[in-house]
């Protein structure tokens, strides 16, 4: 089934210049880029985008990473895009990524990741609205 997902290449990644070569793995793997955007996150986004962990002891740092340096926002689509983006993805521990995938060869730290990518549909409807508009994503 044709679905779509939610991608942010985050600052370490954006900061070392990787977006082309992080784009070029997404698209490898059979996803489409649909929309794409380079932001600079602000506070409000990034506390907004992070609620889920508002009690965790890493909020605050978390929200100042993606703060500290351009991130590029993706809509996705494909086959299974949801589960196909977190195999492209792969562990959020880089260590323990599989090889080839975007963390493995780009991830500095269990921090800094290089990507997120949206764990279910609904939580990839919810985080593609925060960045883009329904006419962002048409087609």
């Known amino acids: 089934m044709t679905e779509r997902t939610f991608s942010i290449i985050k600052p370490d990644a954006t900061r070392r210049n990787l977006t082309g ?20 996150m602000s506070r409000a986004q990034a506390e907004k985008f992070y609620e889920v962990h508002k009690e ?5 740092e978390l929200v100042e990473f993606m703060m500290s ?9 494909g086959e299974n895009a949801v589960a196909r983006y977190r195999e492209v993805m792969g562990a959020t521990n880089p260590a323990q ?4 995938t975007i963390r493995k060869l780009y991830a ?6 290089s990507v997120h990518g949206s764990d279910s549909l609904e939580n990839a409807k919810l985080e ?5 508009t329904e006419a962002d994503i048409v087609g």
């Not at 070569?21 to 955007?37: H, P, S, Y």
């Open 97 to 100: 990524a599989a090889e080839g």
């Open 69 to 77: 340096a351009p991130v590029v926002v993706q809509v996705l689509e």
């Open 21 to 40: 070569k992080v784009n070029t793995v997404i698209e490898d793997a059979g996803l489409r880029i649909v929309a794409q955007r380079r932001i600079r």
């Open 108 to 113: 500095e730290s269990v921090g800094e990741n």
């Open 56 to 60: 965790r002891p890493f909020f605050g």
């Open 128 to 132: 593609m609205v925060q960045f883009f």
